[in-house]
């Protein structure tokens, strides 16, 4: 569901970022600005809580260190030890398991509507 949104959304986007360049009327231009504004705004919220989870959890082996576990038993030493080796691989959020959801994913959204707005431009002034 996480990749429709995120499609529709840089769809979205792209069109109404064209849609803004033909926009005669004051309130039209408001409208279609929120509009665009509020679906960057929803996609980079994904994006922004997808890169906290990730960054939270590498920092979870350093947490581990840094408690007071050399005044705990063996058995809690040892479970310590499988956290920390289980926390070396991040905690990512995918969209259908194939897009990352973190900010190097809404920076690449962001170039691929923006090149997609140019082509439509370009597409426009050729006519």
């Known amino acids: 569901m996480m990749f429709v ?5 840089a769809v979205a986007v792209c069109f109404t970022l064209y849609l803004l360049t033909d926009v005669q009327d004051t309130a039209q231009l408001i409208g279609w600005s929120m509009y665009m504004f509020a679906g960057i705004c929803q996609t980079f919220f994904f994006c922004w809580f997808g890169n906290a989870a ?4 590498l920092d979870v082996s350093n947490m581990v260190y840094n408690s007071d576990w050399p005044n705990l038993s063996k058995d809690a030493r040892k479970m310590l030890v499988v956290i920390m080796a289980r926390s070396l691989t991040p905690v990512e959020i ?3 398991y194939i897009i990352p959801m ?6 690449g959204l962001m170039k691929v509507t923006y090149s997609a707005y140019n082509m439509l ?7």
């Not at 990730?54 to 959890?57: A, G, P, R, T, V």
């Open 5 to 9: 949104q995120f499609m529709a959304c």
């Open 54 to 57: 990730k960054i939270k959890s």
């Open 94 to 96: 995918t969209s259908a």
């Open 102 to 107: 973190n900010l190097e994913s809404f920076k």
């Open 121 to 127: 431009l370009q597409s426009k002034s050729s006519e």
